[in-house]
């Protein structure tokens, strides 16, 4: 069974800095796989905020571009999501997603606000 669990959430002040991480279980080939991020503001529909494959490989979302950083650790199975300059738009639900997949993690909540 494969299980993603999300954490490194909270509070900051606009301008800030939070690193979520995802610890990744249950899954052969990790260093394989597609991983991403998604977040989901209230009332808006969920959006990919940036995706991994390998180093040289990543994708992010326009309103994150040059502050996200994701990252990946294979012999941990994590995935990282550096945010930095963070804004009040920010605010959301953060998910990780195993991709192809119909599996993602509980979510964790980012919120920015002074």
């Known amino acids: 069974q494969v299980q993603l669990v999300e954490s490194g959430g909270g509070l900051v002040q606009p301008g800030g800095s939070l690193r979520l991480s995802c610890a990744a279980s249950?899954?052969?080939?990790?260093?394989?796989?597609?991983m991403a991020w998604y977040r989901q503001a209230p009332g808006k529909q969920r959006e990919l905020v940036a995706s991994i494959t390998d180093p040289d490989n990543t994708d992010y979302a326009d309103s994150v571009k040059g502050r996200f950083t994701i990252s990946r650790d294979n012999a941990k199975n994590t995935v990282d999501l550096q945010m930095n300059r963070l804004k009040p738009e920010d605010t959301a639900v953060y998910y990780c997603h195993l991709g192809y997949s119909t599996y993602w993690g509980r979510g964790i909540q980012v919120t920015v606000s002074s």
């Open positions: 249950g899954t052969v080939f990790f260093e394989r796989k597609l």
